[in-house]
């Protein structure tokens, strides 16, 4: 009896919380564009003049990762530096000088009978995000929410509780000194998985659900959910070396996208080389050398250059999303055994070539299947602020409405506005 007390209890909190957000969202779609970068503005200068209390929160969330065993690769994505939170304030500045979305024609048209019509982008008005030990993304989708005039309702998760609660006071406090609504962002992380579980059927109260983690967690949201989700998928990516790639390039390339920060969705995680590429040997040994491990096919490995170390791929090796310093590699021998290794084991996230022969990129872009697809570039570039978006919410994979990064525009859907003087229909 007392856990249904319980239950109940959370569900009447979140769905006033929800409640909330919705009076916020209908001050928020109100909001003018000068009013809403003003707060983000506040905001980024609130963390800026914060920072020292949002890394020492942090600290408190990484030293309790560290002793429950959390992977490395978790504790990257859980770390805020100076650096980090720079970047953050960065982004929010960014985020502000970008066209506002509300408003934005899509089309229109004047009929016969003198209806005019218009089609315009709109708030999609309550947004929820369900996510996993990445603060970072605690300001990248409040941002996001309150540029393109939404209400947001965040869950981050335990592993990053405490930073998440500095950086939730923080916008908050930041939205009140300009004369936006506190309640555009708030959080239901006090109430822990049973808060989520009811904001995954909070339908009505909450627009749309976006998840953003791995595999385990945006499961969870699809099939438990009543609320409309829009799937950000895990990136299983992949890089081809076609037969006239370059050495120099593909090492760069590769360097990039395995090494720079592999805990992220963007990252490589399978590399296919073509039998007839001249660049295997330097691409294997600036990888051994940088620490990549490397999982690689019968064929690869009869090809390991002197002194790089390598284990046996299995079918979980191809479609595994590592974030980790860790390689699947295979030799294909042509172009479509690419296109079609990739097309049974990708995720849809990115996928990337590396050649000098035109049809062949203009074959590998026509016929990959996913959200993003680079020639001649780090996968790494598959990311809102890289793109111009200002930030992202997540990488969708899905088809339904937003697909690759989600920036603004992803976040309005469209009405309709008839204008007339008095027409009716015969």
């Given at each position: 009896?007392?856990e249904q007390?319980v239950e109940?209890?959370?569900t009447e909190?979140?769905?006033?919380?929800?409640?909330?957000a919705?009076t916020?969202?209908?001050?928020m779609?109100?909001?003018?564009?000068?009013?809403?970068?003003?707060?983000?503005?506040?905001?980024?200068?609130?963390?800026v003049?914060?920072?020292?209390?949002?890394?020492?929160a942090n600290?408190?969330d990484?030293?309790?990762g560290?002793a429950?065993?959390?992977?490395?690769?978790m504790?990257?994505?859980?770390?805020?530096t100076?650096?980090?939170?720079?970047?953050?304030?960065?982004?929010?500045?960014n985020l502000?000088?970008?066209?506002?979305?509300?408003?934005?024609?899509?089309?229109?048209?004047?009929?016969?009978?003198?209806?005019?019509?218009?089609q315009?982008n709109?708030?999609?008005?309550?947004?929820?995000?369900?996510y996993?030990a990445?603060?970072?993304?605690?300001?990248?989708?409040a941002?996001?929410?309150?540029?393109?005039?939404?209400a947001?309702?965040l869950?981050?998760?335990?592993?990053a509780?405490?930073?998440?609660?500095a950086?939730?006071?923080?916008?908050?406090?930041?939205?009140e000194?300009?004369?936006?609504?506190?309640?555009a962002?708030?959080?239901?992380?006090?109430?822990?998985?049973?808060?989520?579980?009811?904001?995954?059927r909070a339908?009505?109260?909450?627009?749309?659900?976006?998840?953003?983690?791995?595999?385990?967690?945006?499961?969870?949201?699809?099939n438990?959910s009543?609320?409309?989700?829009?799937?950000?998928?895990?990136?299983n990516v992949?890089?081809?070396?076609?037969?006239?790639?370059?050495?120099?390039?593909s090492?760069?390339?590769l360097?990039n996208?395995?090494t720079?920060r592999?805990?992220?969705?963007?990252?490589?995680?399978?590399l296919?080389?073509?039998?007839?590429?001249?660049?295997?040997?330097?691409?294997?040994?600036?990888?051994?050398?940088a620490?990549?491990?490397?999982h690689?096919?019968?064929?690869?490995?009869?090809?390991?250059?002197?002194?790089?170390?390598?284990?046996?791929?299995?079918?979980?090796?191809?479609?595994?999303?590592?974030?980790?310093?860790?390689l699947?590699?295979?030799?294909?021998d042509?172009?479509?055994?690419?296109?079609?290794?990739?097309?049974?084991?990708?995720?849809?996230h990115?996928?990337?070539i590396?050649?000098?022969?035109?049809?062949?990129?203009?074959r590998?872009?026509?016929?990959?299947?996913?959200a993003?697809?680079?020639?001649?570039?780090?996968t790494r570039?598959?990311?809102?602020?890289e793109?111009?978006?200002?930030?992202e919410?997540?990488?969708?994979?899905?088809?339904?409405?937003?697909?690759?990064?989600?920036g603004?525009?992803?976040?309005?859907?469209?009405?309709w506005?008839v204008?007339?003087e008095?027409q009716i229909?015969?």
């Open positions: 009896m007392s007390i109940q209890d959370v909190a979140v769905f006033a919380i929800a409640d909330r919705r916020a969202a209908r001050e779609a109100r909001a003018n564009r000068a009013l809403k970068d003003k707060g983000l503005r506040a905001i980024a200068d609130a963390l003049a914060n920072r020292d209390a949002v890394i020492a600290a408190l990484l030293a309790a560290r429950n065993g959390t992977s490395a690769a504790l990257d994505r859980l770390t805020l100076p650096e980090r939170v720079a970047a953050l304030a960065a982004a929010l500045e502000a000088s970008l066209p506002d979305p509300v408003g934005n024609v899509v089309r229109g048209q004047t009929l016969p009978n003198g209806l005019r019509m218009r315009i709109v708030p999609l008005g309550v947004v929820a995000a369900i996993e990445r603060p970072n993304v605690t300001v990248d989708i941002g996001l929410a309150l540029k393109s005039g939404n947001v309702i869950r981050g998760g335990t592993a509780a405490n930073t998440n609660q950086l939730l006071g923080i916008l908050r406090d930041a939205l000194t300009v004369g936006l609504p506190a309640d962002v708030q959080s239901v992380d006090q109430y822990g998985r049973d808060g989520a579980n009811v904001l995954m339908r009505g109260r909450v627009d749309v659900l976006i998840p953003r983690g791995g595999r385990d967690l945006i499961q969870t949201v699809l438990n009543s609320v409309p989700v829009i799937e950000t998928g895990e990136g992949h890089i081809y070396l076609d037969t006239s790639a370059g050495a120099q390039m090492v760069d390339i360097l996208a395995k720079q592999p805990s992220v969705c963007n990252t490589v995680e399978t296919l080389v073509n039998k007839d590429a001249t660049v295997l040997a330097p691409v294997l040994s600036a990888l051994a050398a620490g990549v491990r490397l690689v096919d019968e064929r690869i490995m009869e090809l390991l250059p002197a002194g790089v170390a390598a284990t046996a791929a299995s079918d979980d090796d191809w479609g595994r999303e590592y974030m980790d310093l860790d699947a590699v295979a030799m294909v042509s172009l479509d055994d690419a296109v079609a290794h990739i097309r049974r084991w990708s995720t849809g990115t996928e990337a590396i050649t000098n022969d035109l049809a062949n990129a203009e590998f872009v026509a016929e990959i299947d996913s993003a697809v680079i020639v001649n570039a780090s570039f598959t990311d809102g602020g793109m111009g978006l200002g930030a919410v997540g990488i969708s994979t899905q088809k339904l409405h937003a697909r690759g990064p989600m603004l525009a992803e976040l309005t859907t469209t009405k506005i204008q007339g008095g229909r015969g």
